[in-house]
């Protein structure tokens, strides 16, 4: 008797090593499987205030995000090999969620400025821009900056254009959250003037085909835009310089640079 229960022992043991093997054999044969799957494209969460007409907006019909931005980080993100995802985010909010890992970069005409380089770092200038003014078309007193003193402007909040503004002497500076409500303030008789970037103020005058307003005065202090990525992260900043470099120099940057401003980059 103890001897058949020692061959049946055996053979019992002999078929749970087997039951292991052959699932051990299936578990690496799995996991084989799972790595020859492509990886997932990594998503690179980009920031923009995207009432920012032609840099970053919501298309009407199809509720997208476009603009000259929006193409540009896709450029971008293909040459870097990642999928790009656009945060709309209000303007003066683009910086803390930077900072607080909510996105990952930054990318809405963001002007270079010392004081936003002491947070963020800033990639290669990849547009050079200005400030402007406009007021309505029947306005004859404004026709410089100089003019603005003691005067109602509308401005969008936390841009460069609401900065200068504020250092005009006696003027009564309102804040918008998109530059199409500071627009809009100028043509209800709420403001004299708005003050923004001179693309964006071109762009609301083409579009709306409108004979109610007028840009006026010089382009007041050259800006550069740039992408804006978190402090502690170079490596990702290293790579957007490396991808701009590259788009330049394939030609890809010019293409999307025509089609929203109708001129080649100077």
Do not use: H
Not at 11 to 21: N, P, Q, S
Not at 116 to 144: C, E, H, M
Not at 207 to 218: Q, R, T, V
Not at 228 to 248: Q, S
């Amino acid at each position: 008797m103890m001897k058949g229960v020692y061959i049946m022992s055996r053979k019992l043991i002999a078929f749970i090593v087997l039951t292991m093997l052959i699932l051990s054999l299936g578990l690496i044969g799995c996991g084989q499987q799972q790595a020859s799957q492509p990886a997932a494209a990594k998503v690179l969460k980009v920031g923009a205030e995207a009432t920012f007409p032609p840099f970053e907006f919501q298309d009407e019909k199809s509720q997208d995000y476009v603009g000259f931005d929006v193409d540009l980080m896709k450029a971008l993100g293909k040459q870097m090999g990642v999928e790009v995802q656009i945060v709309n985010t209000a303007f003066d909010g683009l910086i803390p969620a930077l900072e607080s890992g909510q996105i990952d970069v930054i990318a809405s005409a963001m002007t270079i400025t010392e004081e936003r380089a002491q947070k963020v770092n800033f990639s290669k200038p990849y547009y050079k821009s200005g400030l402007s003014i406009v007021v309505k078309a029947d306005n004859n007193t404004i026709k410089s900056f100089k003019d603005l003193e003691g005067k109602r402007i509308a401005v969008q909040i936390g841009t460069t254009g609401a900065e200068q503004a504020k250092k005009i002497k006696d003027a009564k500076i309102r804040e918008f959250n998109s530059a199409s409500e500071a627009f809009l303030e100028l043509k209800a008789g709420g403001a004299d003037a708005v003050v923004n970037d001179l693309p964006v103020n071109e762009y609301f005058l083409a579009k709306n085909a409108s004979k109610d307003a007028k840009l006026i005065g010089e382009v007041l202090n050259a800006e550069e835009y740039g992408v804006a990525v978190a402090k502690k992260n170079t490596e990702l900043a290293r790579k957007i310089n490396k991808a701009l470099d590259e788009i330049k120099q394939n030609g890809e940057y010019a293409k999307i640079y025509e089609k929203w401003f109708g001129k080649k980059p100077q």
